[in-house]
């Protein structure tokens, strides 16, 4: 196989495992919970801040050394506090639009982005700035076909095992069950005394927090972060969920992979390729949504006359 | 999601001197209102001003039977209202005082009263998400400087040229739309967005990155708009020029949504707004009267793409990202979907007040994003909310 | 109050044929929802399709107004296939219809409700609207001169309220507007899905009344009535379709229906019909 070949689906890979960690988090809250989170990829996109702050603040403290046990500190750290930070914007904003016409949530969650946005680069110290962001893993291992970088080999790991936590949370414990039964229907659900609030508070923090890994690691494979990443980001992960069938955690998958192959083959081979990679994914989007206006896997609603 | 606002029919309201007294006693005081906006220098001031406003918005609105008549006042003295607008908008840069930051703001202000015309059309009538209208006003942009820069073609052709360009983009934005749903759509209409706003990005003939530069000045019977107005001694700068053609504008989109509004093509909107199945039911052809809610967006995005190029005669992709298309979305939203006069106002509230709150300069985005939150949980329905059909006049 | 307690109105019509289905069948994936049904009806005509729920008798209606293209078969309106046709043109043709879930247009007026329903017979596009304002506007004024008179002969409670939001009315009233609508656009064949179903006994005699007026009034007009309730079944059509999975198991008088051993199964079950 050739080198460039294995090089390209390595990227392939570790892109598309990036995207489906920001994909999942909006499938589950548009598809499961029928919640339009527009700021969701902003949300994603604070982790990396996070991170960085804690890292700082870690580093300080234990003065200079584990460097390895400072960074995966400050990673879980940001984790969480996005998880809560998701949990928190839902119960301040967001749950205010739940029974709202769909217009409204839309257009709140995008102002919430743009609050968010506004708020990292005023409250991070030269928030306007790109910072440096490490790379979660250095190296590379050699094989056969080439180097295979450590951050891709980690990146495709922690998200397969991401999503292997997340359908067996889904499918498998009581918790679970109550989000599904609160995505089919809310109302039948309450009668069974699935107290909503909960539901939406545990969707939010998994929602969030995978978005917040993926933030992690979108920002450690390009090596830098920036403010304003949360709006390709999120244009990204929603995109793919959207390909993939909202609500089909599987579909997301499946599309974030699609676009990421469209990223790696635009980026390699076609000439002056990076700067119209957005072009041809956003093609892609509207081809699919052509032939399969629910998304590649998604049910299309049948309204009954 | 309805409130059931239920509207006695219309009584004989005592007719012309009460009605005309009402209709110039609003317009006065909304022109007054306006001015002093314009002009206020302190922060203190602009909210002061509109402390003022919602006060007497939300006085107003409490009391229905006011309302009422205030709007039965304006439907009744028709040519008047029509007159007094006229007049009030000629006159304005005179009041205005010359000051040409202000104008500035009114232009800017029109052009986004207009852009949100347009997209009310899709998401106030037919409740049809549409991310693209910024790309729409980008094309009508683009056109306009091409034709301009290197064909020569006057800035009144172009206008014309650009609209049919941009209406053609907005029946191919419209036609994939047509078997989407709800989030889906609005995926379909982002897509679009970002694909116009990379090409412009990313072709060298639109200039790339560094967009069109050197887009010469309109003209009108040898009278060039760089040149300022005089009349009778007193002059006004050159931006008055494209003030008028702004409120020109303002004036054409408003007269067609009122025009679309109360014609068939309104009903069938917002009928397959409400009920898609019945609306088939009842003979609509639902796709094609979305497609022609695209067009219509799109044909009025352009024409103001137009005068934007001439206006700032430098305009780059970045004039017209996603974020652009966001803006305006907000601003029908807070206005007021379906309502001509609610979503003008909330362009123009929208668009000026980061503008006067120069005060919080870097904070203005930020403040901006928290009014639209704030706004949307307080007031839902936006300044002015849809009202119920006419019949009886 | 018994089903025998409405004059019955059986004179015989022999108006020529206004619509006709023949074979119609509908595959939904491995479910057949209906099979080989044959259906007729004649100008000034009432036919009353019942049937157990799950029957077909809203897919039936469902093919007959292009909401669905059947998988078999085709329907002809006055001799006219009405095969591969959308359902806004099938409207236009002359077939209206009111819905099991009154579908009004909630967030606007009675009077819009109903001039919308005029919209296959008006012609106004977005270019006459926009150059030709004066045009635009007669049109819209004869609408709603004509909406009023409809609402007006409908029910002149309605009529008063003309300019209260449709999403405001009572169910009784959301029928009738609803039925208001569907005449607005001067059809051939009004297809009436379980009108009375949310009704008490007082509003489904109103119902009943108001039908029959509508009848008077418009003497060559078709219906179409999917019902459960009998006592509408027993007083308003001349004929009454039996469905079952499906299929077509009885088409004839009332009387003479619910007498089928296969009704009566389909009904009670098997173990009643020999009772």
Not at chain 1, 268 to 286: E, H
């Amino acid at each position: 196989m050739h080198d460039a070949l294995f090089q390209q689906l390595i990227n392939w890979l570790t892109l598309g495992c990036i995207y489906s960690l920001l994909a999942l988090g909006f499938s589950l809250l548009f598809g499961v919970l029928q919640v339009i989170h527009f700021s969701h990829g902003d949300v994603a996109m604070v982790a990396p801040f996070i991170a960085l702050a804690a890292v700082q603040a870690l580093a300080a403290a234990l003065g200079g050394s584990a460097p390895w046990l400072v960074l995966g500190l400050a990673c879980l750290v940001a984790i969480a506090a996005v998880g809560g930070l998701g949990v928190a914007l839902d119960r301040l904003v967001i749950s205010r639009f739940r029974n709202a016409p769909a217009m409204m949530p839309l257009v709140a969650t995008v102002a919430l982005g743009i609050v968010i946005r506004e708020l990292i680069r005023h409250l991070y110290p030269q928030g306007s700035n790109p910072h440096a962001f490490p790379a979660i893993a250095q190296g590379a291992v050699p094989t056969p076909f080439g180097p295979l970088p450590l951050i891709s080999v980690v990146s495709v790991l922690v998200a397969v095992a991401l999503v292997g936590v997340l359908l067996y949370v889904l499918h498998h414990t009581p918790m679970g069950m109550r989000i599904r039964a609160v995505s089919q229907d809310r109302e039948t659900a309450r009668l069974f005394s699935i107290a909503p609030g909960p539901v939406f508070r545990n969707t939010f923090f998994i929602a969030s927090a995978t978005g917040a890994v993926g933030g992690i690691f979108l920002a450690s494979y390009a090596g830098v972060v920036r403010f304003d990443f949360g709006v390709q980001a999120g244009l990204i992960g929603f995109s793919a969920a959207v390909v993939g069938g909202l609500g089909r955690l599987g579909g997301a998958i499946v599309g974030s992979l699609l676009i990421a192959a469209i990223e790696t083959i635009v980026q390699g081979y076609v000439p002056n390729g990076t700067s119209y990679r957005l072009v041809f994914v956003f093609a892609l989007v509207i081809l699919v949504l052509i032939f399969r206006p629910a998304g590649l896997f998604g049910v299309q609603k049948m309204e009954k006359v | 999601m309805q409130t059931t606002t239920i509207q006695a029919p219309p009584q004989a309201a005592p007719r012309s001197a009460g009605s005309a007294a009402i209709v110039l006693g609003v317009a006065l005081a909304g022109a007054v209102l306006l001015r002093q906006f314009l002009l206020a220098e302190s922060w203190i001031t602009v909210l002061a001003l509109l402390a003022c406003f919602a006060v007497a918005l939300v006085a107003v609105q409490k009391r229905p039977l006011v309302e009422d008549r205030i709007v039965a006042a304006f439907g009744q003295c028709r040519p008047l209202a029509v007159g007094t607008g006229v007049v009030l908008a000629l006159v304005f840069p005179w009041v205005l005082g010359g000051d040409s930051y202000a104008m500035h703001l009114m232009i800017i202000a029109c052009l986004y009263a207009v852009l949100a015309l347009a997209l009310n059309f899709q998401l106030g009538s037919a409740n049809i998400p549409n991310f693209a209208t910024g790309a729409s006003y980008g094309i009508g942009a683009y056109a306009s400087a091409l034709l301009a820069i290197h064909f020569g073609v006057s800035f009144w052709i172009c206008l014309l040229v650009a609209a049919a360009v941009a209406t053609i983009f907005g029946f191919l934005l419209g036609l994939p739309s047509m078997r989407t749903r709800d989030s889906y759509q609005a995926l379909v209409t982002i897509a679009f967005g970002i694909v116009v706003h990379q090409l412009l990005m990313n072709l060298e003939w639109t200039g790339g990155a560094n967009g069109l530069v050197g887009i010469p000045s309109p003209t009108l019977f040898g009278h060039s708009f760089n040149d300022p107005i005089t009349l009778w001694g007193h002059s006004l700068p050159g931006q008055a020029n494209f003030y008028y053609v702004a409120v020109a504008l303002l004036g054409l989109a408003i007269v067609s949504a009122q025009r679309l509004h109360s014609s068939r093509v309104g009903l069938a909107w917002n009928a397959l707004r409400d009920d898609e199945i019945a609306a088939r039911a009842c003979g609509i052809n639902v796709t094609w009267f979305k497609v022609k809610a695209f067009a219509v967006d799109a044909f009025l995005a352009g024409f103001a793409g137009t005068v934007y190029a001439f206006y700032v005669s430098f305009i780059s992709p970045d004039n017209f990202t996603f974020l652009v298309s966001v803006t305006i979305m907000t601003l029908v939203i807070a206005g007021g979907m379906d309502n001509t006069l609610g979503v003008i106002v909330g362009a123009f509230l929208l668009t000026m007040l980061p503008e006067k709150l120069r005060a919080f300069s870097d904070y203005r985005i930020l403040f901006y994003g928290l009014v639209v939150i704030a706004f949307l949980i307080i007031r839902p329905r936006g300044i002015f909310p849809q009202r119920v059909r006419n019949h009886e006049h | 109050m018994s089903i025998d307690s409405h004059p019955t109105h059986h004179a015989a019509t022999a108006g020529p044929l206004v619509l006709e289905g023949r074979g119609l069948t509908m595959r939904f994936g491995g479910l057949t929802a209906v099979q080989g049904v044959d259906i007729h009806l004649a100008a000034g005509e009432v036919l009353g399709i019942i049937g157990p729920n799950g029957a077909g008798k809203s897919t039936l209606l469902n093919l007959l107004t292009g909401i669905y293209q059947p998988t078999e078969g085709e329907v002809l309106l006055q001799g006219r296939s009405l095969k591969g046709m959308a359902a806004h043109d099938i409207a236009g043709a002359g077939i209206a219809r009111t819905f099991q879930t009154s579908r009004l247009f909630g967030s606007l007026s009675v009077l819009d409700n109903v001039i919308i329903g005029m919209h296959a017979r008006t012609r106004c596009g977005v270019l006459t609207a926009l150059l030709r304002p004066a045009v635009s506007r007669a049109e819209m004024k004869r609408c709603a001169e004509r909406a009023c008179a409809l609402l007006q002969s409908v029910s002149s409670d309605l009529h008063q309220r003309r300019n209260v939001l449709a999403s405001s009315l009572p169910q009784a009233d959301r029928r009738r507007l609803e039925i208001a609508r569907a005449l607005a656009a001067e059809p051939r064949i009004v297809l009436l899905d379980e009108p009375s179903s949310g009704m008490d006994d007082r509003d489904t005699d109103a119902l009943i009344a108001d039908i029959q007026r509508l009848r008077e009034g418009n003497p060559a007009l078709g219906f179409i009535i999917i019902e459960h309730d009998m006592r509408l079944i027993a007083t308003l059509p001349h004929r009454v379709m039996v469905l079952d999975y499906g299929r077509k198991i009885g088409d004839d008088s009332f009387e003479a229906v619910r007498r089928l051993p296969r009704v009566q199964e389909a009904y009670l079950g098997r173990k009643a019909s020999h009772a």
